[in-house]
């Protein structure tokens, strides 16, 4: 596998397609509701498995040392080998190099403890996207000791 960080227009376009396929036709959530004009600032992460994308997600950065993690997806085939795992480390260490001092991620309910595993702390439920109530979650990058 094959782990690609970066910014570029293919890197979104690839991002995206998986992220129309996971979020809009699987979770039936509302395109415009995932592209959400933040794009074109964040930095992404783009699994490649044989020529195929396969896994995404996106880091945005504020100057403040804040970020937020977003978009994390993994198509159906991909699902449960670990992938989503290669994801959040990789933007978790890509995080901890740009000198971010925390991250936040906005996750489905349903995978509180899979983010706990990294070190995310709950912090409370927030909004309902399409028909899924999503969790606030923070990571203090500072506090890396579990990769």
């Known amino acids: 596998m094959e782990v690609i960080i970066g910014k570029s227009s293919d890197l979104i376009e690839k991002a995206h397609a998986i992220r129309y ?3 809009t036709v699987e979770q039936n959530i509302p395109n415009d509701l995932d ?4 794009d074109g600032i964040a930095t992404h992460v783009l699994v490649v ?3 195929q994308s396969i896994a995404t997600a996106r ?5 403040d040392g804040y970020s ?6 993994v198509i159906e085939e991909y699902r449960g080998y670990g992938v989503a795992s290669i994801v959040v480390k990789a933007l ?3 995080a901890q190099k740009q000198g971010v001092q925390l991250i936040e991620i ?3 309910t349903y995978l509180r403890s899979f983010y706990e595993r990294f070190g995310f702390v709950y912090i409370q439920e927030v909004e309902v996207v399409g028909e899924h109530q999503l969790i606030e979650m923070h990571y203090p990058v500072a506090d890396i000791t579990n990769l």
């Open 21 to 23: 396929q996971v979020f």
């Open 49 to 51: 498995e044989n020529n």
């Open 59 to 63: 880091l945005n950065i504020n100057s």
């Open 35 to 38: 592209f959400d004009g933040l």
């Open 92 to 94: 978790i260490e890509y």
């Open 68 to 73: 937020v993690m977003a978009r994390v997806a």
């Open 106 to 108: 906005h996750a489905h």
